[in-house]
């Protein structure tokens, strides 16, 4: 008797340790759901069969990816919709190689789990590369008024003879954003610089975008040269982005508030204003940052006059500057650096001026100061260093100026009345307007972007 109940309370205490055991594994934590994204998505496709692609999708990993096992691709219509799963991947990986996949518009990359998926994701829109395309014309870039999320993108189809209104947000749905400042075509690209973004916009040749890069100042300028982008941050920084893999690799301390910038010697020349501290002890700057491309570091400062703005290099081993002064008793004045020596000289053969375009050995310049009864224009020969008369040779009146553009053989000048929509003003190599073409509010940036048949 005594044998059976040790045999029951033996029985007993196994049961109550397996039951003890069983209540632990019930109370261990279980992964919930993830609530993060992805960043940094970029796809390029490499297929150029119509309606098909193929290529490397890239994507960067949450900041915490604690409840994160996998991520979940999939192809989608129009960036918000799963239509076809295509993929899944384990945390850790950054890229996934996509083959002959048919008639998508979007790529998505969602971090997931085994209890399922997360409900904010990225995408990034698909651009079929078609390899017999050819495509030609005229972008105009409008800043809009700052503050008010009106930037846009027009385009002057050359063939067709007509302007198209709002490219940008017919090509992508949405609209560029706050205070678009420049715009240049490198290779198969276009780079838009929103400053008050704080993002750099790369689209195809028909403004298709490819990618917003995100960048950790507000972008000013850009200049291209050797498969990557510069770019002036207004924070006093110069980022350097890669145009293959389209990240920002590194940046470079230089001077405050920097605007435009020119290569010219293996060398990056970045116009220093100071533009934010004019009413500050310290005020406007008056410095040329001149930053080795070879190291990426900065070697030099150059002083020029005060508030150093607009800046173009030709092809003799020059770089020319345009500084506003103080808009007092500092004028507006144009200065040469040569690039070698590092001499800053004043052009007096030159007058004033307050914005400048270059091509083919000319530079294309205005003056309209504020208050001015009338705007003056002028070229400048690089070549001869000689200074001659208007580009404008037919006595078109442009009563006020905002930018100028030189591309194609063509001067182009944008006029603006700071609240309603602007006016290009087309020019050719004999000076006689050909053609005025209605643009978006501030115009700023003329561009040409073609595609030649290959």
Not at 52 to 61: D, E, H, I, Q, R
Not at 213 to 232: A, C, D, H, L, N
Not at 428 to 437: E, R, V
Not at 443 to 450: G, S, T
Request: net charge negative; with cysteine.
């Amino acid at each position: 008797m005594k044998k059976k109940n040790l045999v029951c309370v033996s029985a007993l205490c196994a049961l109550m340790s397996f039951s003890f055991v069983s209540c632990d594994d019930d109370n261990e934590p279980s992964l919930n759901i993830p609530n993060v994204s992805v960043t940094n998505v970029s796809f390029t496709d490499e297929n150029p069969e119509a309606l098909k692609v193929s290529g490397t999708l890239n994507w960067t990993a949450p900041s915490s990816v604690d409840n994160v096992t996998k991520y979940v691709i999939y192809g989608s219509s129009d960036g918000t919709a799963k239509d076809m799963k295509i993929a899944e991947v384990e945390v850790g990986t950054h890229s996934y190689a996509i083959t002959d996949v048919v008639n998508i518009g979007y790529l998505l990359v969602i971090a997931a789990n085994a209890e399922g998926e997360s409900s904010v994701y990225a995408s990034v829109r698909v651009i079929d590369f078609v390899k017999d395309s050819s495509f030609m014309a005229l972008y105009f870039l409008n800043s809009g008024n700052m503050g008010n999320n009106n930037s846009s993108l027009y385009m002057y189809d050359i063939e067709k003879d007509e302007v198209v209104p709002d490219y940008f947000l017919a090509q992508n749905g949405r609209g560029l954003g706050d205070t678009a400042q420049d715009m240049i075509v490198y290779g198969d690209k276009m780079y838009i610089a929103v400053y008050g973004e704080s993002t750099i916009e790369v689209t195809d040749l028909k403004a298709k975008s490819i990618k917003q890069v995100k960048t950790e100042g507000q972008p000013r300028y850009m200049v291209s040269e050797g498969g990557k982008v510069y770019i002036s941050y207004y924070n006093g920084y110069v980022a350097r982005l890669d145009t293959a893999s389209l990240e920002v690799e590194a940046k470079v301390k230089v001077g405050r508030n920097p605007e435009q910038l020119a290569v010219s010697s293996n060398k990056l020349f970045v116009s220093n204003s100071g533009g934010m501290d004019y009413s500050t002890e310290v005020g406007y700057d008056k410095t040329v940052s001149v930053v080795d491309l070879s190291t990426f570091t900065e070697i030099k400062k150059l002083d020029v006059v005060l508030n150093p703005t607009r800046i173009q290099a030709d092809e003799q081993g020059n770089v020319y500057v345009v500084s506003m002064g103080n808009y007092a008793d500092i004028p507006n004045t144009v200065q040469k650096i040569n690039t070698e020596t590092y001499e800053v000289t004043s052009l007096t053969n030159c007058p004033n001026a307050t914005e400048m375009a270059y091509e083919d050995g000319k530079l294309f310049l205005f003056y309209a100061q504020w208050g001015m009864s009338s705007p003056a224009f002028l070229t400048f020969d690089t070549k001869s260093q000689s200074a001659g008369t208007s580009f404008i040779t037919d006595g078109t009146s442009i009563q006020s100026p905002y930018s100028i553009s030189a591309v194609g053989g063509n001067v182009y000048v944008a006029e603006s009345d700071y609240k309603n929509n602007g006016d290009i003003y087309c020019f050719g190599g004999d000076g006689k307007l050909f053609k005025k073409l209605e643009a978006g509010l501030n115009p700023m940036k003329v561009v040409l972007a073609q595609k030649d048949n290959t």
